[in-house]
C-alpha cells in the first residue's frame, strides 16, 4: 500500500469586493487558514499587513481586491494581494522607490506601507497595466514571511 503525506504546500486565495468590510473578512480568512496549517508564528505579521494592503486597495481604487496566501516548500509564507490600480507604492517599487519615508507626527496617515519594512522579509510589486481593455490591469503587492 503506498502511503501519501500531505504536503507543505498549499494555496488559498480570496476574491474580495469593494466594500469597506473586506479587511475584516481577509483577516478572518487568513487567521482561519494559518490556524488550519498551523502556522501560529507568522499570524500576527501576516494579519498586520494583509489588513493595511487590503485597506489600501479599498481606499485607493474603486474596484475588486484579490488575495492570495501560498505556503512555499522552505517555510515561507507569500501573501500577494492584487488591486485595479497600476501604481506600486513604496517599498514595493525598484529602488529609489522603494523607501517609505516616516510620516509626520501630526499625519492622520502615511504609516501603513511602513509596517512592510518592519515585518515582512521580503516584497515586491509588479504593475499589470491600466489601458481600459487590459482585462488583467492594476497591480499586485506580495511579501514574504518566514516561519
Not at 476574491?15 to 481577509?26: C, F, I, K, S
Not at 494581494?81 to 501630526?106: K, M, Q, T, Y
Amino acid at each position: 500500500m503506498v502511503t501519501v503525506a500531505p504536503s507543505d504546500t498549499w494555496a488559498y486565495a480570496l476574491r474580495l469586493p469593494h466594500d469597506p468590510r473586506a479587511a475584516r473578512v481577509a483577516r478572518m480568512t487568513v487567521r482561519s487558514v494559518l490556524d488550519s496549517h498551523g502556522r501560529p508564528e507568522v499570524l500576527g505579521a501576516v494579519e498586520l499587513l494583509i489588513s493595511e494592503l487590503v485597506t489600501n486597495a479599498y481606499r485607493h481604487t474603486n474596484g475588486p481586491a484579490s488575495l492570495r496566501l501560498t505556503a512555499l516548500a522552505d517555510g515561507r509564507l507569500r501573501v500577494g494581494v492584487w488591486d485595479s490600480h497600476p501604481r506600486i507604492p513604496a517599498p514595493f517599487g525598484e529602488p529609489p522607490h522603494n523607501h517609505v519615508p516616516p510620516a509626520p507626527l501630526d499625519a492622520d496617515g502615511g504609516r501603513g506601507l511602513r509596517l512592510v519594512q518592519e515585518y515582512a522579509d521580503c516584497w515586491g510589486g509588479v504593475s499589470l497595466g491600466d489601458g481600459p481593455l487590459d482585462r488583467r490591469a492594476g497591480k499586485l503587492l506580495w511579501f514574504e514571511v518566514n516561519g
